[in-house]
T-cell receptor, first 113, second 115 residues
Framework: DGGITQSPKYLFRKEGQNVTLSCEQN?????MYWYRQDPGQGLRLIYYSQIVNDFQKGDIAEGYSVSREKKESFPLTVTSAQKNPTAFYLC????????????FGDGTRLSIL | AQTVTQSQPEMSVQEAETVTLSCTYDTSESNYYLFWYKQPPSRQMILVIRQEAYKQQNATENRFSVNFQKAAKSFSLKISDSQLGDTAMYFC????????????FGQGTELSVKP
């Protein structure tokens, strides 16, 4: 079945540590997105990519980095510069310029040790 | 700035009844797309319904329908014959045409369907 796979489901970060969240899709979608969800709030865009080897900052990119070396993969690194990383992270993909809805992965919950 | 506002943090409805969730948005764009997503306790984001701004006809999907008022920048969701499985967080979202498809979300409305 086609879909988006996020791993791990749960992740713990120590002080000063960088951690990487994985996102893989087999939907042949060009565009991929990373969102952050805090308790009781909506999703906020961190980074997005419309094509391989290109990506743009979203509204809350500080303390995060991404790469898009393959169409299927869009990993997100939460760096030590992100002082409040505890949140639920959702990856999504879509085939069009907003015309088609985004498909979401099941998310990764990141917590601080 | 482009924003989406959901003014009802929580709502409840009796099973089999109808409920309407409100959403307003602010944009200077004339072409855009609007969505309602559902997030049950499993945290999975599920598309409920989609509306294209250039279409005057309101979208419907089975028990779900929208009331799209472009001039008022309003996009409410009506759920008919509510079921226990409709209990979830509902998010209204908006994306302007040709801006990479990035979604701007509202804060969400937590809907409880009571037996």
């Amino acid at each position: 079945d086609g879909g988006i796979t996020q791993s791990p489901k749960y992740l713990f970060r120590k002080e000063g540590q960088n951690v990487t969240l994985s996102c893989e899709q087999n939907l042949n979608h060009d565009a991929m997105y990373w969102y952050r969800q805090d308790p009781g709030q909506g999703l906020r865009l961190i980074y997005y990519s419309q094509i391989v080897n290109d990506f743009q900052k979203g509204d809350i990119a500080e303390g995060y980095s991404v790469s898009r070396e393959k169409k299927e993969s869009f990993p997100l690194t939460v760096t030590s510069a992100q002082k409040n990383p505890t949140a639920f992270y959702l990856c999504a993909s879509s085939s069009g310029q907003g015309r088609q809805p985004q498909h979401f992965g099941d998310g990764t919950r990141l917590s601080i040790l | 700035a482009q924003t989406v506002t959901q003014s009802q943090p929580e709502m409840s409805v009796q099973e089999a009844e109808t409920v309407t969730l409100s959403c307003t948005y602010d944009t200077s764009e004339s072409n855009y797309y609007l969505f309602w997503y559902k997030q049950p306790p499993s945290r999975q984001m599920i598309l409920v319904i989609r509306q294209e701004a250039y279409k005057q006809q309101n979208a419907t999907e089975n028990r779900f329908s929208v009331n799209f008022q472009k001039a008022a920048k309003s996009f409410s969701l009506k759920i008919s014959d509510s079921q226990l499985g409709d209990t979830a967080m509902y998010f209204c979202a908006f994306t302007p045409y040709n801006q990479g498809g990035k979604l701007i979300f509202g804060q969400g409305t937590e809907l409880s369907v009571k037996p």
